[in-house]
């Protein structure tokens, strides 16, 4: 007869096997996550190796950049290149002229994105899910394909050399939408069914509710809307002419064709371009990884 005392605790649950077995299984444990942070340490140390050249080639001098072997740090750290770039170049405008286009087609592409997907997530209407896949579908089109056409209604509509020619053009995007209705999807349907029931309409279900539920969502789609815009050269290139319009993108491009043979002048410009992006990756990585994680738990 089993007594009280012999019985497993429920609180503690059941004992882990002891003896052989279980250290074996333990030192299998062990020596897997070993190799797995092993694997993610060389992982990481393979992708930062180009940003640590280039920050290392910004100190040094002109003829030291391309010497092999690589000196990586340098016996004479010349931080005059950081404010030399300055002087060749307008690189404070160029920087200023990246943010307003970045920070305003984040925005838009945040509002559009998310309403949208709202609708085609939590709104009951005929063909919804047919018009969200050929929506999607867009996503396959690559750009080349309209590019000219692109440009041409541009042109007519006589918004080339302007900020409107990129800001509309990249105001709307169908992954902003499909990121966003994955993780709207994953929000019970229930709380907008009791939203409406105590008169909320379905823009203030959008404000009041969805929204502050989605922080992590809007927080990835607008860090990489951020990313994409701040790093896109091909666009400006085509729609701004003027050199007062131009991104850092076209700027450094610039630099390159009138002095390609100063390249640690360059890497310090390339160094400048990079550090908004690695600063506001740094404070919203939180976000990001949440949002992207939990995209796609129903889909």
Known sequence: M??????????????????PLGGERRGLTLVRKTATYVALAVVSAIV???FAWMVSSALKRDNQVLT?????????????????????????????????LSLTITLLQVLSGSFAAYGFSKVRFPG???????YIATIA???????????????????????????????????????????????????????????????????????????PALASLALLTFVNTWNDYMGPFIYLTSNELWT?????????GQYEAEYAMIMAGAVLSVLPIVV????????????????????
């Open 248 to 256: 850092v993108q076209l700027g450094l491009r610039s630099f390159v």
């Open 128 to 134: 919804r899910d047919a018009l969200f896949v050929a």
């Open 280 to 299: 506001i990756f740094l404070l919203g990585q939180r976000y990001f990884i949440r949002g992207i994680a939990t995209s796609g738990l129903k889909g």
């Open 48 to 50: 930062l190796v180009p």
């Open 68 to 100: 092999i072997p690589i000196e990586w740090i340098p016996s004479e750290l010349r931080w005059s290149n950081f404010i030399d770039i300055w002087e060749r170049i307008p690189l404070l405008s160029y920087l200023g002229n990246s943010a307003f």
């Open 141 to 215: 089109v690559p750009w080349q394909a309209y590019m000219v056409p692109q440009y041409i209604m541009m042109q007519r509509a006589e918004l080339t050399n302007t900020y409107w020619s990129v800001i509309l053009l990249q105001a709307f995007g169908a992954f902003g939408v499909f990121l966003m209705r994955q993780y709207y999807m994953s929000i019970p349907d229930d709380l907008c069914e009791a939203a409406r029931i105590d008169g909320l309409s379905e823009y203030g279900i959008y404000w009041r509710i969805m929204l502050p539920l989605s922080k």
């Open 2 to 19: 089993t007594t009280l005392q012999d019985a497993p605790s429920a609180a503690t649950g059941p004992r882990p096997p002891s003896g």
